[in-house]
């Protein structure tokens, strides 16, 4: 079953804008990543935060975790035509909850475009 | 440092026809390594995961087949391709600790 759900599917803003990108999940987790795809390009690894970590920052991304609610969002922060691509959240489960170490669920990402 | 290195970049092949992929990581001992198929628009599919040599772990049953014949190779293969087949199939490496994984360039499968 499909773990990770962004929202939105597609975004569209100008350049130096700031973009936000959520993920709800359903079961428990240990940690939840985000990632970045290029058109047609394999996934790049932004940042990783724990269950226990409230919110983590990156350069111009900011990334908060709410486990009470199962959600995640990612911020790019002044954005640039170079962050257009496709983000996706990821998470892995504890063993108590089927989990392994190491395996990954992935959602099916939002498309963000930044337009010049 | 590490790269993982797959090939070949773009593939058509016709319906019935055998399939290859090939995936290498260098600068790394003993990897996770993992199969991902991605349809167009679509979120990351495991297909096959590996923790070892010769160890290879199943996700989704289907028309394909993963081997790892070398600590750092993983290899993807099926006998007969469909036409449900294509896509994207992303090849990834992990150390299960800490969880990121890291992908190669992935490999456009066509179908015809």
Known sequence: SQQGEEDPQALSIQEGENATMNCSYKTSINNLQWYRQNSGRGLVHLILIRSNEREKHSGRLRVTLDTSKKSSSLLITASRAADTASYFCATDAPRNSGGSNYKLTFGKGTLLTVNP | ?112
Request: glycine residues 10%; hydrophobic residues 30%.
């Open chain 2, 1 to 112: 440092s590490q790269t993982i290195h797959q090939w070949p970049a773009t593939l058509v092949q016709p319906v019935g026809s055998p399939l290859s992929l090939e995936c290498t990581v260098e600068g790394t001992s003993n990897p996770n390594l993992y199969w991902y198929r991605q349809a167009a628009g679509r979120g990351l599919q495991l297909l096959f995961y590996s923790v070892g040599i010769g160890q290879i772990s199943s996700e989704v049953p289907q028309n394909l087949s993963a081997s790892r014949p070398q600590d750092r190779q993983f290899i993807l293969s099926s006998k007969k391709l469909l036409l449900s087949d294509s896509g994207f199939y992303l090849c990834a490496w992990g150390t299960g600790k800490p969880y990121e994984q890291y992908f190669g360039p992935g490999t456009r499968l066509t179908v015809t």
